[in-house]
């Protein structure tokens, strides 16, 4: 029995030096066959390839990132471009709205001075007195002191008045206004001398808030013009 007892107790320490020189062999031959640094490898190739994954689309992200910005950059130059012709066409149409103003000022000057006939039925008389020649002189109707304060234009239009009122009917207003100051002329009543008529002239004209007024009677000579009588 002892002897049965030593031979099975040396065949198991038999088994297990066995074992673990299987197993001491076996590490040694994954060492030397490259199994472990391939075993390695694979594992860090399978930890890397999320990052390299990563990485391709952070730069695909970055491509197209950079092509937008190329693209928003070149729209934005062909915008700078437009606003500056709509810039430079505003300003051209802004000169010639101001050319046209101009011109226009000009014309309502020249129209304020002659002022459409009127296109009522005239009397014998009153057309006797539309014979008045274009040399009418100037009568003094108003004040000189009044009339060294008008302009150039407005003393103009003022004596266009005049000459429109020796032929307009009577008690018509010829009315003009300019630079803030107005004035008007009028034939207030017409009367006969035999053969001579005479008309009653009105004038006003108002500076400042302030209004001057002026009458004279001045009749019709032989010679077509209207002379101051009284």
Known sequence: ???LSQHIFTRRSARIAASAA???VCAVTLAACGLVPMMAQETAAAAIAPITNTARIIGYDLQLLSRTIGTSAAQGAVA???ISTSVNQASATANAMRQQAA???AASRQMAYARAPVSRPRTSTQKAT?????QQPVLAILPAETLKQLTPDQ???QNAAQNEAFTAQVREMIFWDIEGRTGTAMAESESHLGSTVCRT???TVTIAGATEKGTAIACLDQDGMWRLSF
Do not use: I
């Not at 539309?130 to 274009?134: G, H, V």
């Open 130 to 134: 539309a014979r008045a020649p274009a």
């Open 201 to 203: 002239f009105v004038q």
């Open 22 to 24: 299987a197993s001491v």
């Open 103 to 105: 011109a226009a000022s």
């Open 155 to 157: 003393l103009g239009l």
């Open 80 to 82: 700078a471009r437009q």
């Open 1 to 3: 029995m002892a002897w």
